[in-house]
Nanobody, 126 residues
Framework: QLQLVESGGGLVQPGGSLRLSCAAS????????IGWFRQAPGKEREGVSC????????KYADFVKGRYTISRDNAKGTVYLQMNSLKPEDTAVYYC???????????????????WGQGTQVTVSS
């Protein structure tokens, strides 16, 4: 079955780094853009970063630009999110999802993506 499984979250101090992984199975990864999203307590799910089918194009939310890097390895079936210079406001559950439309790279918004994973908790605190 189609699955997206997030991992790599944890507790980190402000200024620290984490690398999240999204392992995909049950579908052709190289036909879909993939996105990372996050949801903090009491807030709506928001787009963090999205990457095109082959990784040639990336999109970042303003609040993470310059600190996060998205990448993908289609052969490994994995999409990554490298998070540097983490801030307390980055604390959230982070999810990955596949684009609804194959072979295109739409806006990096939750509405354009589907098949969410279970999420991985990122906590940035002193």
């Amino acid at each position: 079955q189609l699955q997206l499984v997030e991992s790599g979250g944890g507790l980190v101090q402000p200024g620290g780094s984490l690398r999240l992984s999204c392992a995909a199975s049950g579908f052709t990864l190289d036909r879909y853009a993939i996105g990372w999203f996050r949801q903090a307590p009491g807030k709506e799910r928001e787009g963090v970063s999205c990457i095109s089918i082959r990784g040639a194009t990336t999109k970042y939310a303003d609040f993470v630009k310059g600190r996060y890097t998205i990448s993908r390895d289609n052969a490994k079936g994995t999409v990554y999110l490298q998070m540097n210079s983490l801030k307390p406001e980055d604390t959230a559950v982070y999810y990955c999802a596949k684009a609804r439309r194959p072979l295109v790279f739409d806006s990096c918004t939750p509405e354009a993506y589907e098949y969410w994973g279970q999420g991985t908790q990122v906590t940035v605190s002193s």
